[in-house]
Antibody
Framework: EVQLVESGGGLVQPGGSLRLSCAAS????????MSWVRQAPGKGLEWVAN????????YYVDSVKGRFTISRDNAKNSLYLQMNSLRAEDTAVYHCARHYYESSAFAPFDYWGQGTLVAVSS | DIVMTQSPDSLAVSLGERATINCKSS????????????LAWYQQKPGQPPKLLIY???TRESGVPDRFSGSGSGTDFTLTISSLQAEDVAVYYC???????????FGPGTKVDIK
């Protein structure tokens, strides 16, 4: 059974940092692109970043470029999101998600984690 | 980036009646070399992560009831629930996965309720 379990969220002050983790199981992690998607309270979905199987390609939504870094550790079947210089508008539930097809970036997201809440407030 | 819009923002439909949600992209998501529309639909219920319903604009994900169908091509798409059930109350999002580099975008969502 495919499982994605996020952790690392919490309350942080503006300008602070957090590192989110996503533990993957039940599939060959090294075969899939992975993404982070966030959802602000009461708002819609926003794709944040994605990463190729070997980490050689990474893409970000403009609003987080230069502040967030997506990475993965294939030996640990884990995906990460390092978030620096956090702002109030980064407050959201952050989900990790698997791209549907092996080896392809251009795919919908077939499995999602439950998410971890990041709250940025003083 | 490709901008996705949806209409209406919300709708209320009687049980057993049809619900129709529209999605429009600012750029075509039809890839001419394979004639596929890079468009997906998701359902999200409160407190849950999104669930993939439809991909390639009209392919139903395994296990999704056949009352859900997707149609459209290019820039204009529709999700139809042919006979609304109580368990279909949710927010529905469209998403394009066409753009290169792969920076995917979602529509703002459409909330479906029972009238």
């Amino acid at each position: 059974e495919v499982q994605l379990v996020e952790s690392g969220g919490g309350l942080v002050q503006p300008g602070g940092s957090l590192r989110l983790s996503c533990a993957a199981s039940g599939f060959t992690f090294t075969s899939y692109w992975m993404s982070w998607v966030r959802q602000a309270p009461g708002k819609g979905l926003e794709w944040v970043a994605n990463i190729k199987q070997d980490g050689s390609e990474r893409y970000y939504v403009d609003s987080v470029k230069g502040r967030f870094t997506i990475s993965r550790d294939n030996a640990k079947n884990s995906l990460y999101l390092q978030m620096n210089s956090l702002r109030a508008e980064d407050t959201a539930v952050y989900h990790c998600a698997r791209h549907y097809y092996e080896s392809s970036a251009f795919a919908p997201f077939d499995y999602w984690g439950q998410g971890t809440l990041v709250a940025v407030s003083s | 980036d490709i901008v996705m819009t949806q209409s209406p923002d919300s709708l209320a439909v009687s049980l057993g009646e049809r619900a129709t949600i529209n999605c429009k992209s600012s750029h075509t998501v039809l890839y001419s070399s394979n004639n596929k529309n890079y468009l997906a639909w998701y359902q999200q219920k409160p407190g849950q992560p999104p669930k993939l319903l439809i991909y390639w604009a009209s392919t139903r994900e395994s296990g999704v009831p056949d009352r859900f169908s997707g149609s459209g091509s290019g820039t204009d798409f529709t999700l139809t629930i042919s006979s609304l059930q109580a368990e279909d109350v949710a927010v529905y999002y469209c998403q394009q996965y066409y753009s290169t580099p792969p920076r995917f975008t979602f529509g703002p969502g459409t909330k479906v309720d029972i009238k």
